[in-house]
């Protein structure tokens, strides 16, 4: 069934409510509420009867989706235990005597956004809570943190063949091969495509940019002035958090090490694990990176509890206890991805994304519009489902024919959709990397998108501009042109921005 404009209203509502009421879930559930609606003719029970059997269950249920929440549970402990042994106040104390500035604090989040490529999901919620007593100490905003974070999560994993989002994708693009009858390889294009891939790689370097010249745009300026107008201190930090007692426990007894040796056991356990099958130099399988991330972050935590132990800072009972509470934590996480997935699933049976190609399919393009189209429109049904990957699985198979039509290179049609699906995924109020990048940083989720809306805005001119440009020449050169702009972009603001001392 053709349900015409009525398919585009559930992402309008989701996304402008998420925007007016300030609550994700309330959103991502009313949105749905309205799909499922449309599907049930307009009767209120059917229609949740219909969200809760068809959308709810069924996502719970769906492999990839499950491997996720139980990662996300066992992270959220892993991180929870971080935050409240002290061993991140620790670290941040240690390295104060080096990263003393606010340019240094910030490079080295970036850098540990970078190291951390495994894991979309775990860069927010591992880097965020490290980070964020050294922002603070330092007077840097957590819209700034969350800025980072973002930029650093999902613009790292899109550009690494061999973790989940590369697999993923070269399935999508190997699906389309093999529906065509090309012989081209998946890998082969995946790798081609990435000098294409120009907003995860924007995105990417514009944090650098941004931390030498001290220039911040619109409301990320608001966010630092209001951030540096504020007061912080460890000690104090420690202090309100200290439980000291008869027996010597104590939070003041934490070392750095409590943060650097889970962190290192994480990193061991997942190449242990999957050495055997080749990694970091072969693609591993979804499930089995998902799995053996999952037991990093789980020795991780045993480790930081013995740690918690041998250095006297809680009890065994307090120490579990924060676990446990920790991998509760996530409960708010896991509701708002099971309800975005829903409202993703919806929308495809609504064919939301059909009913727009159609109307497109009706003007008439020239071929070398092709990429910049495909990038603009992946950007649209990113932001309004805030699914990257849902973006991707419904983008590729569009793009790939049409770039086979139009005789445009593969890796660039596959590099416009996976910049486009990123664009609008860091656009989107809905986006599960938004939601997690906000809460690393605990930063409310509305601020974190207003703040880093206008950086992405930026990063997604200059790629759509040098997309035109890659109709014309098909060179993967064009990359250079785009931080050259975007350099340009930077220097034009310093210069017309005033100093302040």
């Given at each position: 069934?053709?349900?015409?404009l ?28 309205v ?38 549970v ?14 991140a106040?620790?670290f ?5 005597r ?30 965020g ?128 090490l409590?943060?650097i ?28 990176f998902?799995?053996?991330l999952?037991?990093g ?10 740690l918690?132990?041998?250095?006297k ?10 676990y ?19 409202l ?35 950007a ?28 445009i ?37 509305v ?55």
């Amino acid at each position: 069934m053709n349900y015409g404009l009525l398919s585009l209203l559930p992402p309008i509502v989701a996304v402008f409510l998420a925007i007016w009421s300030k609550n994700v879930i309330l959103s991502l559930f009313c949105g749905g509420f309205v799909g499922a609606l449309i599907f049930c003719g307009g009767n209120p029970f059917a229609a949740v009867h219909s969200m809760i059997g068809d959308y709810f269950f069924v996502q719970l249920t769906d492999s990839y989706n499950a491997g996720v929440l139980v990662l996300i549970v066992f992270i959220g402990g892993f991180i929870k235990l971080v935050e409240r042994s002290g061993g991140a106040q620790a670290f941040s104390k240690s390295v104060y005597r080096i990263v003393n500035t606010k340019l240094k604090a910030q490079l080295c989040a970036w850098l540990g956004g970078i190291l951390i490529f495994f894991s979309d999901l775990g860069t927010p919620l591992l880097v965020g809570p490290v980070f964020r007593p050294l922002f603070d100490k330092l007077k840097i905003s957590r819209q700034k943190l969350a800025w980072i974070l973002d930029s650093t999560s999902s613009p790292v994993a899109i550009l690494i063949p061999f973790i989940g989002w590369g697999v993923y994708i070269m399935g999508l693009i190997q699906a389309e091969f093999d529906n065509l009858g090309v012989a081209d390889s998946d890998y082969t294009t995946f790798v081609q495509a990435i000098p294409f891939q120009l907003y995860a790689i924007l995105a990417i370097l514009m944090i650098p940019l941004v931390a030498f010249t001290k220039k911040d745009f619109s409301l990320m300026k608001q966010a630092e002035e209001q951030a540096a107008a504020q007061s912080y201190s460890f000690e104090d930090a420690v202090a309100s958090a200290d439980e000291s007692s008869a027996s010597g426990y104590s939070l003041k007894n934490a070392k750095p090490l409590m943060v650097i040796l889970p962190i290192v056991v994480v990193f061991a356990t997942l190449f242990i694990t999957l050495a055997p099958q080749g990694f970091p130099f072969q693609k591993v399988g979804g499930n089995d990176f998902r799995i053996a991330l999952t037991m990093g972050y789980l020795f991780g935590a045993l480790v930081l509890m013995a740690l918690i132990r041998v250095f006297k800072v809680m009890n065994f009972k307090d120490t579990f206890k924060i676990y446990v509470d920790g991998m509760k934590s996530m409960t708010d996480v896991a509701v708002t991805l099971v309800l975005a997935w829903s409202l993703g699933s919806m929308i495809s049976g609504l064919g939301t994304a059909s009913f727009i190609v159609e109307v497109l399919q009706s003007l008439n393009f020239s071929p070398v519009l092709v990429p910049a189209f495909i990038f603009l429109f992946g950007a649209f049904v990113s932001f309004a489902t805030g699914s990257s990957w849902g973006t991707f699985a419904i983008m590729m198979p569009l793009a790939i024919p049409m770039a086979h039509a139009f005789s445009i290179p593969y890796a660039i049609a596959a590099g416009a959709v996976l910049s486009g699906g990123l664009f609008g995924d860091h656009c989107s109020p809905i986006s599960d990397t938004t939601v997690l990048s906000s809460a690393g940083a605990e930063c409310d989720l509305v601020e974190h998108v207003k703040t880093q809306l206008s950086y992405a805005l930026v990063n997604g001119c200059i790629a759509f501009l040098c997309y035109i440009l890659v109709g014309f020449t098909h060179s993967p050169l064009v990359v250079l042109l785009a931080v050259a702009i975007q350099l340009a972009v930077i220097f034009i603001w310093n210069r017309l921005t005033p100093h302040k001392a």
